[in-house]
């Protein structure tokens, strides 16, 4: 594809994509995280594949940093603010085209700005439905969530970690445009494959790369993802939420372990007191008064009855799971201190309500999040926990969120620490906290999969083969860096 | 038969590794999951059944000429048969422990002989055993014994002590009290004393081939000559011979292990065992009584084609599995000692490690026989077993070496030595 | 081509002389491979010979041979079980590394489910050793005898087992990677000392290189340790083994069922699959017995109960009343496994799974409902420590489709398969066990929703006519599958081996993209082109 070098970006995919307005430009020049603040140039919206093409053709040839942006506001992780000045943000919001529902082999094809808000409905129309990341916020893109590797609330279901994502339409850093995994076999074009019967199941390759890896985690820094084939499952016909609680984390974990051993729940995570209010309250107030009432430590755990038999699936799996529950003295209870599994079942299968439920508190958040085993855990709170209380952070507003991945070989870990935005000590504080904090989990072992802002060069300081490898791929796809440089090791 | 009549079988070979390994469907650990001991101490791929499959093609196609390493491939393997056991699970159609010793006959028909080999061979055929011995010391093991001597007199079953039992001096009593213990029992036995000759079975099994034709000639005529109808043994090689290369030269006696005359026994109540033998034992299958210790079935055939391309032999062409090995009689006979408990270890019957000694192993490459050795001891211990025990006195010659060479705490036992002391 | 003195020396030095050889007859038990005789002159078992066979003890050792091979500029080609010819040299001037020495389980975390494994560790040992702990691992289709490092991170990785177990890909939970430049990558948690339990990350996964659809297949470095994961097994920490060798059986307990379940035809067939998928069931599914061919296996399947039988019987078995009765029974059929966690759930599954029967008019071939027919598909399925059964009839087969798919997309070349197979059985130049000798998982990935068809054809591979008309339908099947716009199956990755490099460039040409993306990869982890075509590449121009 040529594209003229002397055309500006409007002149190449029209004016009415391309925005400089500077109240727009102010929104993506900053977010709720600690990142620095950085103006971009322009911000554009293409429609469509041959856009994207077009627009990182062009970065090419001008040597534009690019900020590819698929989810609204507001955003958390300061991957979508550019590093660079003069960066050109790229946002994919109105791709929002649910290309394909396919009941029979329980897929869905999505551009990148389809939410979890638009696609649910439209799944469950043909009786299906996608895993979601916990609570989600309302704008939030399902494929940038899939993308980021944000861990799902079914370990079960989870073959390889960045499930429930299959196949690609990427358009790499140098402007070549791929399909990835089965999509970029010997059919050419989706029409074909389906034409054939395929669906674009498999995530692997083409060939000896897994391509769709080096996208996930890469911030937008290795290609701009136009399509994403996922994997859906069946909507349950019965589903019944319960729950866990425990005084003790450790007594916990070692039932969580049980459990999942015989892969028994379908939502199954562990949230402390303050993330279970936070959740299901709207308010501060509300928050507090549920956190002081419920146990330290809940296991939420759904069980879904699907297809055939799907009443008689979840009484036997409840009746199963109680009894293993009751071996670790602890009980499989439908509610707690009045929160009810319904209440968390209709809660935590929808996106966040507004405001989003992490800023519900205090108005501001700040999350440390990393990889472990459930087995680490208790070892990583108190380490939380203890640089709270030497930073005299309170440790009764941490929010923490287990979430068992891969089929309960690893475990999502993650730390909340709410505060207020207008208040410079606390602030400072959290900002100081996270610091910290992240250092010492680090030094302690926490496998920090997802190195956002501050994280970056702690990470790939530490493992410098990867860092050289990242490098060298980027390098093949990316070669004029101009995919979000500054961000990760490039 | 010539190495070119198994082309065939070494082209068939498909290279899966089957045959390092016991039948996987027995594995129980990474310890004890391996079945050839000559891959697992030479590493290289030559060293299997299949890579000697491979060196045999390239042989038949000229590819490589003779050396020393080839030697090395040739001989540095006990032709225990446990890859063959493990090649049949799947492939129906190899005849994978007849090629590695087809290549053997034909090397030393070719002259190219093992040099550590010689002198026992040379011995063989001067002497008439296998242990480097005067002749006219074989009969010596018996002196004393009440016992008929078959040169002079005539017997219904004979007792074949086998070279090691003649003159192993340590294993002596063994074979004196398997023969009172038959003798006592009312067995109609005798021994051939001094004119006693070697199986011939060992040095057809390290390639020469011919030798065994003239000891199977020779004892079966003394045997004839006695009126003998019954051949028992207590080795186990002597068992394989009699029991399976015998009569595919043409002489057919009735051939039974010690063991499994005992077994008779013991079930028909003409031996009781009274005493305690407050032990935990385990059982090592020595390999020519267990895989290789099937009968021999005759058979003659030609090979055709059926389903288009599915090679066979019309008629069918006689399976040995290791399944019709003798593994129960000796267990039998354990199990029914008071006060003794029998323990397993991983590898048993047709899939038993062997203890290190066969196919000129010993006598060309002790090392590898003592490291052999070694491993089976470790398995034994690992089953928590104060002793070995075995049916051969090849085995337990081996096993008694490794563990006073490497300090080990095990005792090392023949069956016979246990009811003996449980009488 | 001999090494150099020099080299040689070098490469001697890093192993030890006992585990460094130039025979030439050690050499040849290297180049002898399964399938050489489809792509080499004269249908000569041999690959090109080896310079020299080396056996390295650990990844610095394999870092070592690397870096002597870069700095003598000699290529390399490491196999672990080194089964059939993509484990062997490609060219003269190669020199072997067997890795038969790296043979340790390094660590079972029974708690995560994670087992860090070297390349030489098989399924069977591992799956036996993490049995003791409850879990199992998958085994891929190749079956017990092969390594599971090679199936997570160098070839394939799918078994009877990974609609639950996952497909190796899928399992791999982070490699240690000595690249062909002599550097080692690590993936993953453990490449930043937290351990080995994700191969993702930081950041842009480098675990995509590691592996796509397929691995590098020995083309691109040596991978010295992996971590897959585990999965439950809810049974003895052993098999309990019955059975006279061979016909070995295992009676599990009542919450084990093995089942083969037979249908009317293909398109019941695929309709249960896409239900199994659906419902969540399987523990094992996968077509099996007739990778024997639907005329042919069933007789051979009852043979093989018989220890006293050889397959010189199997004539004998084939007109046995009730085996053609059998034989019709189980036409169109595949195996299933299913496992409870409890006795609750091995209640429902069956409950399920004679729904799903009913709804697809299927039903349970009785003769495999027997106690001990059901003891021996349960041992033989779940360990696979017989898979090399189907080279029981010639010592060689090839298998040919086996396009991963959709049941819907798999239904459309079945067919295919079946006619382009036929008129070579019906000559005589395969063996002629029914048109339909197709295996292949029910589901090749976990939870299902593709799965596979591979069209077994058996040559005599001492025939070299056999041999050549086995390459002949392999030709074949590529034509019709294009005649029918269905890509080339595995036959024309194997047939790959032996083309010259500009045939294979045209190939090549037909995915420009992916083949110049790997290039680039090549030349950055590959400067001196030491790994061979397994890692194909598209020339640049």
Redesign the interface.
């Known amino acids: 594809m040529k594209v003229k070098t002397s055309a500006g970006l409007a002149d190449i995919i029209g004016k009415q994509k391309v925005i400089d307005k500077a109240q727009v430009l102010d929104r993506y020049s900053r977010d709720n995280s600690f990142t620095p603040s950085m103006r971009p140039r322009l911000v554009v919206q293409p429609r469509n594949a041959d856009d994207v093409q077009k627009i990182v053709m062009w970065a090419n040839q001008t040597r534009t940093p690019l900020v590819p942006v698929s989810s609204g506001e507001p955003h958390f992780r300061g991957d979508t603010v550019p590093s660079v000045p003069e960066a050109v943000i790229v946002d994919l919001h109105r791709m929002n085209k649910i290309i394909r529902i396919d009941r029979?082999?329980?897929?869905v094809v999505i551009e990148p700005g389809v939410t979890y808000t638009q696609v649910q409905p439209a799944l469950a129309e043909q009786g299906l439905r996608l895993s979601m990341p916990l609570l989600p916020r309302q704008s939030k893109s399902v494929l940038a969530s899939l993308l980021e590797?944000e861990p799902r609330l079914e370990p079960k279901?989870s073959?390889?970690?960045?499930e429930p994502l299959r196949c690609l339409e990427v358009v790499w850093g140098n402007g070549?445009i791929?399909r990835t995994?089965?999509a970029?076999?010997?059919?050419p074009t989706l029409e074909q494959q389906w034409k054939?019967?395929?669906?674009q199941?498999?995530s692997?390759?083409?060939?000896?790369?897994?391509?769709?890896?080096?996208?996930?985690?890469?911030?937008g820094?290795?290609g701009i993802a136009t399509w994403a084939s996922v994997?859906c499952e069946?909507l349950p016909g019965v589903h019944r939420f319960f729950l866990i609680p425990s005084d003790d984390l450790k007594d916990l974990i070692e039932c969580a372990?049980r459990l999942l051993?015989?892969?028994?729940g379908d939502e199954f995570l562990v949230l402390n007191s303050v993330n279970l209010a936070a959740i299901l309250s709207r308010e501060a107030d509300g928050i507090r008064a549920l956190r002081d009432k419920v146990a330290p430590w809940v296991l939420i755990m759904g069980i879904a009855g699907?297809?055939?038999?799907p009443e008689?699936?979840v009484d036997?799996?409840e009746?199963?799971t109680r009894?293993i529950v009751q071996q670790f003295a602890l009980k499989l209870l439908p509610a707690v201190s009045g929160v009810r599994g319904g209440q968390v079942m209709s809660t935590i299968l929808n996106p966040s309500s507004v405001p989003y439920w992490k800023l519900a508190y205090k108005g501001g958040c700040q999350d440390i999040f990393f990889?472990?085993?459930?087995?680490k855990i208790p070892e990583f709170v108190n380490t939380v926990f203890a640089g709270a209380n030497a930073l005299q952070y309170p440790v009764s507003d941490i929010g923490t969120y287990l979430q068992p991945q891969?089929?309960?070989?690893?475990c999502h870990c993650e730390f909340n620490l709410p505060y207020d935005p207008g208040n410079k000590i606390e602030v400072g504080r959290v900002r100081e906290l996270l610091q910290t904090c992240s250092e010492a989990l680090i030094k302690q072992?926490?496998?920090?999969?997802?190195?956002y802002g501050i994280w970056?060069d702690m990470?790939?300081n530490?493992?410098a083969?990867?860092k050289?490898?990242?490098k060298?791929?980027?390098?093949?796809?990316d070669p004029n860096n101009v995919l979000n440089p500054g961000k990760?090791?490039f | 038969m010539a190495l070119e009549d198994y082309?065939?079988d070494c082209?068939?070979?498909?290279?899966?590794?089957?045959c390092k390994?016991i039948?996987?469907?027995?594995?129980?650990?990474?310890k004890f999951?391996r079945a050839c001991p000559s891959?697992e101490y030479c590493?290289?791929?030559?060293y299997?059944l299949?890579?000697?499959?491979?060196?045999g093609?390239?042989l038949l196609e000229g590819?490589?000429g003779y050396?020393d390493?080839?030697k090395d491939?040739v001989w540095k393997c006990q032709l225990d048969g446990a890859c063959d056991?493990s090649d049949?699970?799947?492939?129906?159609?190899?005849r994978g422990l007849e090629v590695m010793r087809e290549m053997r006959f034909k090397l030393v028909e070719d002259g190219q002989t093992l040099p550590q080999h010689k002198p026992y061979i040379d011995s063989l055929r001067k002497e008439k055993n296998m242990m480097m011995k005067p002749g006219v010391n074989r009969g010596k093991w018996a002196d004393g014994l009440d016992v008929k001597n078959l040169a002079e007199d005539k017997a219904a079953v004979v007792f074949h002590a086998g070279c090691r039992y003649s003159y192993d001096r340590g294993l002596q009593k063994t074979a004196r009290a398997a023969v009172t213990l038959l003798r006592n029992a009312g067995v109609d036995i005798g021994i051939m004393g001094e004119e006693e000759s070697c199986c011939g079975g060992r040095a057809y099994q390290w390639g020469y081939r011919k030798d065994l034709n003239a000891f199977a000639r020779k004892n079966a005529q003394a045997w004839t000559d006695a009126g003998v109808k019954t051949v028992v043994t207590p080795c186990a090689e002597c068992y394989y011979t009699f029991k399976r290369l015998y009569p595919e030269i043409g002489f057919t006696f009735e051939v039974v292990h010690v063991s499994e005359y005992i077994d008779r026994l013991i079930r028909k109540g003409k031996i009781k065992l009274r005493k305690n033998v407050p032990l935990t034992v385990t059982y090592h299958d020595p390999c020519h009584l267990g895989r290789l210790g099937e009968p021999y079935v005759p058979w003659q055939g030609t090979k055709q084609?059926?389903?288009?391309?599915?090679?066979?032999?019309?008629?069918?062409?006689?399976?040995y599995?290791?399944?019709r090995g003798v593994y129960d009689a000796p267990r039998n006979v354990l199990k029914s000692i008071p006060g003794l408990t029998l323990v397993e270890m991983e590898r048993i019957r047709?899939y038993a490690w062997c203890c290190g000694v066969g196919g000129g192993v010993l006598e060309a490459y002790p090392e590898f026989a003592a490291w052999t050795a070694s491993e089976r001891l470790a398995e034994a211990k690992a089953t928590g077993a104060e002793a070995i025990v075995s049916a051969c006195p090849w085995c337990e010659n081996n096993f008694a070496d490794t563990v006073k060479t490497q300090d080990e705490r095990i005792k090392v036992y023949d069956v016979i030595d246990l009811i003996h002391m449980a009488l | 081509m001999a090494l150099s003195r020099d080299a040689y020396r070098a490469l001697g030095d890093i192993v030890g002389p006992?585990?460094i050889?130039e025979?030439?007859?050690?050499m040849?038990?290297?180049?002898?491979?399964?399938l050489a005789e489809t792509v080499r002159p004269n249908h000569s078992?041999?690959m090109p010979r080896p310079e020299a066979?080396l056996?390295p003890a650990s990844t610095k050792e394999v870092q070592a041979i690397v870096r002597t091979c870069n700095k003598y500029k000699i290529k390399f080609k490491a196999y672990s079980?080194?089964?059939?010819f993509y484990g062997a040299p490609f060219s003269e001037g190669v020199i072997q590394m067997?890795m038969?020495?790296m043979?340790h389980?390094v660590e079972i975390?029974e708690?995560?489910?994670?087992a860090v494994i070297e390349p030489y560790?098989?399924a069977?040992?591992l799956?036996?050793?993490v049995m003791?702990r409850?879990l199992n691992c998958t085994v891929t289709g190749a079956?017990?005898?092969c390594s599971t490092l090679v199936g997570a991170t160098c070839y394939h990785g799918s078994g009877g087992t990974s609609i639950y177990t996952?497909?190796l890909?899928?399992?791999l939970?982070g490699a240690e990677w000595v690249m062909p430049n002599g550097?080692?990558?690590?993936?993953?948690?453990v490449?930043?000392?937290?351990?080995w339990?994700?191969?993702?990350?930081?950041?842009?996964?480098?675990?995509?290189?590691?592996?796509?659809?397929?691995?590098?297949r020995g083309g691109?470095g040596v991978y010295t340790k992996c971590a897959v994961?585990?999965?439950?097994w809810?049974g003895p920490t052993?098999?309990p083994?019955e059975g006279?060798?061979?016909a070995?059986r295992?009676p599990l307990p009542k919450n084990f069922r093995a089942y083969t379940v037979a249908f009317k035809d293909w398109g019941s067939l695929f309709e249960a699959y896409?239900?199994l998928?659906?419902?969540?069931i399987c523990y094992y599914a996968h077509r099996q017995w007739t990778m024997l061919g639907a005329d042919?296996g069933p007789a051979f399947w009852m043979l093989y109960q018989d220890?006293t039988?050889?397959?010189?019987?199997?004539?004998e078995f084939v007109r046995k009343r009730e085996v053609k009765e059998l034989t019709e029974e189980m036409r169109r059929s595949f195996q299933l496994v299913l496992v409870g966690?409890?006795q609750?759930?091995i209640?429902?599954k069956e409950?399920?799974l004679d729904?799903?029967l009913e709804e697809t008019g299927g039903w349970k071939v009785k003769k495999w409902l027997e106690p001990e027919m059901e003891q021996f598909s349960l041992?033989?399925l779940l360990?696979?420590?017989?898979?090399?059964?189907n080279?029981?009839?010639?010592?060689?087969w090839v298998g040919n489709f086996m396009q991963?798919?959709?049941p819907?997309?798999v239904?459309?070349y079945e067919p295919i398969a079946e006619d382009a197979t036929e008129e070579y059985?019906e000559?005589?130049?395969?063996?002629?066990?029914g048109s339909d000798s197709m295996m292949g998982c029910v589901g090749s990935?976990?939870?299902g929703?593709?799965c596979g068809l591979e069209q077994f054809g058996?040559?005599?591979?001492?025939?070299k006519a056999?041999t050549a008309a086995a390459v002949e339908w392999m030709k074949h099947c590529i034509q019709e599958e294009a005649r029918r716009?269905i890509?080339p199956g595995k036959e024309g990755m194997y047939l790959a081996v032996g083309k010259t490099h500009a045939e294979l460039q045209r190939d090549l040409a037909k995915?420009p993209?992916?083949?110049t993306?790997?290039r680039?990869?090549k030349q950055?982890?590959d400067p001196n082109n030491l790994g061979d075509r397994m890692?194909?590449t598209l020339d640049e121009k």
């Not at chain 1, 054939?196 to 669906?199: E, N, Y």
């Not at chain 1, 699907?306 to 038999?309: A, G």
């Not at chain 3, 058996?458 to 025939?463: L, P, S, T």
Request: charged share 25%; net charge positive; proline share 5%.
């Open positions: 029979r082999n329980r897929m590797r279901y073959y390889t970690l960045p070549e791929q995994g089965e970029g076999g010997y059919y054939m019967g395929l669906a199941v498999f692997g390759g083409p060939g000896q790369v897994d391509y769709y890896r080096l996208v996930s985690g890469a911030q820094s290795m994997k069946i372990y051993r015989v892969r028994l699907r297809d055939l038999f008689e699936r036997f799996q009746k199963d009894d990889m472990t085993t459930l087995d891969h089929q309960g070989t690893s072992g926490a496998y920090f999969s997802r190195p970056a990470v790939y530490r493992d083969a990867n050289e490898m990242i060298t791929v980027k390098g093949i796809f990760l090791c | 082309r065939d082209t068939d070979c498909s290279r899966c590794s089957y390994w039948p996987l469907d027995h594995i129980k650990s990474a999951a891959i590493g290289f791929q030559a299997s299949a890579g000697r499959l491979s060196v093609l390239s590819r490589i050396n390493n080839l491939i056991v049949k699970v799947c492939r129906y159609n190899i084609k059926i389903y288009g391309q599915i090679p066979v032999w019309k008629p069918s062409r006689p399976r599995t290791g399944a047709e | 006992g585990y050889s025979d030439p007859a050690v040849d038990s290297y180049a002898y491979q399964w078992k041999f066979a056996l079980t080194g089964w059939y067997d038969r020495r043979d389980i975390d708690k995560n489910m994670v560790v098989i069977g040992v799956q036996a050793e003791k409850g079956g017990a005898s996952g497909e890909r899928e399992n939970l550097e080692i990558l690590r993936t993953g948690s490449g930043s000392g937290c351990g339990f994700c191969a993702e990350g930081p950041g842009p996964s480098m675990r995509g290189i590691v592996r796509g659809a397929l691995g590098a691109l994961k585990l999965s439950p809810p052993e098999f083994i006279t060798v061979p070995y295992s896409y239900r998928y659906d419902n969540e042919l220890p039988k050889s397959l010189d019987d199997i004539q966690m409890s609750r759930d209640a429902y409950k399920v729904r799903i041992l033989y360990r696979l420590g017989r898979k090399n059964l080279f029981v009839y010639t010592g060689g991963s798919g959709t819907d997309f239904k459309k059985q000559k005589g130049l395969l063996v002629d066990c990935i976990g939870g929703g593709q058996f040559y005599d591979v001492a025939d056999s716009n890509p995915q993209l992916t083949h993306w790997q680039k990869i950055a982890l890692y194909p």
